[in-house]
Every structure is written in C-alpha cells, then in structure tokens.
C-alpha cells in the first residue's frame, strides 16, 4: 500500500520521467527484427541531425551523407580530445541555452571531459536507469540505497542530490568517497534499519561493505532483490562476496556520464544492450576491440561513434531471458585504485577525478601513491599548472585525504598503459584489507 502510495506521487512529481519510461518498457517487448530495425531508422535520423543542426557535425557528417542512404562505419570517429576541443560546437543549435548545463567526468582513460547536458536528457536518464532495475523484480515505489563515491553527484543538484522528494521516491543515497572500517560497519548496519529492496553503488565500495558484512556476520534484510554494481569493473570476486553478503544477485551495469544507459546484466547474467538508446560497435584499434557509441535519443548534443575508451565485443544470439536486446561482454576497463591513508581511511578514485574538472588543458593524468602520505601526479599537459592551481589542489588533497599527504606533479610527454593496454588513472599501493586478496 505505501510503495504504491510512492509510485503515484513519484509519477505526479516527475512526470516526464514516466513518459519516458513507458515507450522504454514498450520497446523491450518487440522482437528482435523489429528493434533492430528501429534502432536503424533511430541511427539515420541522429545522423541527420548532427548533420544539421551542429557546427562540428556539419562539417564531419555532412560531406558524407549522399541521398537517404549512408554506411555507419564511413561516418568519423569522435575522440575525447575532439569533444574538448569543439564543445560548443557540438551543442545543437536547436537546444535552449539558458536550461543547457556542462557536466563533466574523468572517463576511465584519464582524460577530463566536459559535455553538456539538460533536464530532459537527466530525466530520459533516469528513467533508463528505472527499466534496468525492473530486470531484478523491483518496481516503482520501492526502497533503493544508493552508495556513491562522486560527490557531485550526491550534491543538491546532482544525480542523487538529497531533496524531499528523497521520501516519495523511496531512494537514499549516501556519499562514499571515503570511508574507513568503522564506516564500513555503520552503513552495514544502516542497511538492515533501511530495508531497501535495491542497492546501488560502485563495485569497489559495495564489494567492501559486503567484506564488512561478512566479517561482522551482520545478517542482511531479506528485502533485498538485487545489487546494481556500476562506475568500475566488476570482478567476479567482488561479484561473488556481494552475492555471499548480501543473499540476492548482482547486476552489472554499464554507462557513462556523457552517454548512460549503454547496457546492463539481466536476471541470467548476460549483458544486453540498450538499442532503443545506443548504437553500439566493437571496432579494432590499437589492438584491441574498442567500443564505439552512439546516442541516439542525444539531440542536445549529439554523439555519434563515439571513442568511450573501454573495450569489448558484440555476441551473437539470443538470452534465455526472453529480452530482444542483443548481448555484448566487456573487457577489463575502469579499473581504479582506492588510495589508503596512515589514519586507515581510505578515499575513492572519484574524489581524485573530481579534483581536476575544468582542467581541459590536460590531455592525460594519472594520480600514482608511491607512500601511504606520497602522491605524484603524473601530467600531458602543453603547459604546466598555475601556481594557484598548484595551491588548490595540495590544500584539497591536505583537507580531505591527509594533513600530512605531500603531493608531486611530473610532466610527462607520455603516460604509458598497462600491460592490458588500459590507462589507470588512479594507481594505489595495492594494499588489501586481511582477507581481501
């Protein structure tokens, strides 16, 4: 009776988030041939609009779009260091620029990126976020605990800003960038007050409540139906503890901040993607399979073949879960490194991502720990920081990671990738908690 109570307020009080939602629950039960086939008509009709209506596509596109016909994979790749360059030529000139916002991220390649974003494009968002976490049982109306590690995101206006509406919702989120061992414990335990019937969260966070869990022999509410890990790379250790921990299945997401809702795991384990929402390619470059993404619903900014700077191939076939979305396997990406302090705490990947917003300058970065009270960062920049730039960011990391953290910045003209060809854009000491390993 509450739950339902929620849904009707949720549905009043965000109502062009159920009007997206039902056309997304409308697609997902239309046979294969015939998504395919929206889906092209989809990718077509983006084409022609970039083609149109933006500075940058109208002169990368256009050219190549001969009468009603076009091949994919002629059209151009667009590359990180091309939407920083030409931002404000890639927004539509259709778009309302008083209501246009620029968000940014870090990527899982270490490069920052700024893109812009609105109401419209926030609410579609989350409304591809309310399908994926119908795939577990849950539905509108009941608890979901978010644990999230950017803290833009959990700011008033942010993804999961705290607002009133918290209450019709039935959603909570809580910052986790940072935490230590007695935190770990408390949010276990807030977990059995709460009662929520989804928890989400980046998978390293959630992995280390669950060790929290399991450790403390806390016994969690059987209200659980699932556990969305997203943000990172999902380990199948850290798959299998949360499982252990939290007695109910583990979905596996995958998106970004620039282009969410690529793909997510269903009740079987295999990963489908979103072709309402995405064009996605498996393309070889630079020895691997990279993965190349379109948005089709994106017509604030358009974003059409995309370099997203993870890997990963398209499978062929149907899943058992009756879903007509085809299937798809990632290759290792985002794998971060929590950083570690000498008081035990320990701060997110994410709190150092969000230290260089803004700093479009910089081509690549990597934070490396060389010491629990050492950090370097490593720059491509064509020229070096500000000193009050400098000041900024040693006052910050003193503030929030440890008074006694001293901080070098190298300039590089190149930061290799590891030996599975990824770059890592935070690199801890590799410590573990006993147990963990």
Wanted: hydrophobic share 40%; with cysteine; glycine share 6%.
């Amino acid at each position: 009776m509450i739950a339902r109570l929620r849904h009707w307020l949720h549905r009043r009080r965000h109502p062009l988030r159920y009007a997206h939602l039902g056309p997304l629950l409308h697609t997902q039960a239309l046979r294969r041939d015939e998504l395919l086939a929206k889906q092209q008509r989809d990718l077509a009709d983006i084409v022609e609009f970039a083609a149109a209506h933006t500075p940058y596509y109208a002169e990368t596109l256009a050219p190549l779009l001969q009468g009603s016909r076009f091949d994919p994979n002629a059209l151009p790749i667009l590359k990180k260091n091309d939407v920083i360059r030409r931002l404000n030529d890639l927004l539509a000139d259709t778009a309302d620029r008083s209501h246009a916002k620029v968000g940014h991220t870090g990527g899982s390649t270490g490069k920052p990126l700024a893109f812009w974003y609105d109401n419209a494009k926030h609410e579609l968002m989350r409304a591809g976020m309310m399908r994926s976490y119908r795939l577990s049982g849950w539905r509108p109306g009941q608890k979901i605990l978010n644990f999230w590690g950017a803290r833009q995101d959990v700011a008033p206006d942010g993804v999961f800003g705290a607002q009133l509406g918290d209450l019709i919702a039935a959603e909570h989120t809580i910052s986790a960038f940072e935490y230590t061992e007695e935190k770990l414990v408390e949010w276990a335990r807030f977990i059995q007050r709460y009662r929520p019937v989804l928890l989400q969260g980046y998978a390293s966070v959630l992995a280390e409540i669950a060790h929290a869990v399991i450790e403390n022999r806390l016994a969690m509410p059987k209200t659980l139906l699932g556990v969305y890990s997203t943000a990172e790379v999902l380990t199948d250790e850290q798959r299998q503890r949360m499982q252990q921990a939290f007695g109910c299945k583990v979905f596996n997401q995958y998106g970004s901040r620039e282009i969410p809702n690529i793909a997510c795991e269903c009740r079987l384990g295999r990963m489908h993607v979103f072709t309402d929402m995405v064009y996605l390619e498996s393309v070889p470059l630079e020895n691997e399979n990279r993965l190349l993404v379109t948005s089709l619903t994106n017509r604030l900014m358009p974003m059409i073949r995309y370099d997203i700077g993870d890997s990963g191939r398209l499978l062929d076939g149907a899943c058992g879960c009756g879903l007509p979305f085809p299937l798809m396997e990632m290759d290792l990406c985002r794998q971060n490194d929590l950083v570690r302090t000498p008081s035990g705490k320990t701060v997110h990947p994410s709190y150092f991502n969000r230290l260089l917003y803004g700093q479009t300058q910089i081509r690549q970065y990597q934070w490396v720990q060389r010491d629990l009270d050492q950090l370097e960062l490593n720059l491509v920049t064509p020229q070096p920081l500000g000193s009050e730039t400098l000041a900024s960011l040693e006052a910050s990391i003193r503030r929030d990671v440890d008074v006694l953290t001293a901080l070098k910045v190298n300039y590089l003209d190149d930061i290799p990738r590891t030996v599975s060809g990824k770059h890592r854009f935070v690199i801890g000491l590799g410590a573990a908690h006993p147990g963990h390993r």
